[in-house]
């Protein structure tokens, strides 16, 4: 069974940074599209970035471009992504999704598995 395990969450103050990781087991991610979502009080679910699983194409928000930036390594099967200039705007519980090998959709509905999320806080 699919598993992931986000860590690296936490209190930071404006301008800060922070890295984010997922652990992904039970299945090979190598075959997976990955994407870390946010979700703020309130709010809907916002894909922040993603990374496909066949030619390693990456997807930034206009939210978080030059900012934060995603990788996956499919052999220590974990999918990080560092935020830098944090701001208080940023603050949510961040989620780390997967789906196996269907068309790469922005939309939350689209992926199949889910970590338990982490929250990051901007505050001063």
């Known amino acids: 069974q699919l598993r992931l395990t986000e860590s690296g969450g936490g209190l930071v103050q404006p301008g800060g940074s922070l890295k984010l990781s997922c652990a992904f087991s039970?299945?090979?991610?190598?075959?997976?599209?990955l994407a870390w979502f946010r979700q703020a009080p309130g709010q809907d679910y916002k894909q922040a970035t993603g990374?496909?699983?066949?030619?390693?194409?990456?997807f930034y928000a206009d939210f978080v471009k030059g900012r934060f930036t995603i990788s996956r390594n499919n052999v220590q099967n974990t999918v990080d992504f560092e935020m830098n200039n944090l701001k208080p705007e940023d603050t949510a519980v961040y989620y780390c999704?997967?789906?196996?090998?269907?068309?790469?959709?922005?939309?939350?509905?689209?992926?199949?598995?889910w970590g338990q999320g982490t929250q990051v806080t901007v505050s001063s």
């Open positions: 990374v496909t699983f066949d030619d390693g194409s990456i």
């Open positions: 999704a997967a789906v196996q090998r269907e068309v790469y959709s922005l939309q939350p509905s689209h992926w199949r598995s």
């Open positions: 039970g299945r090979t991610m190598s075959g997976y599209h």
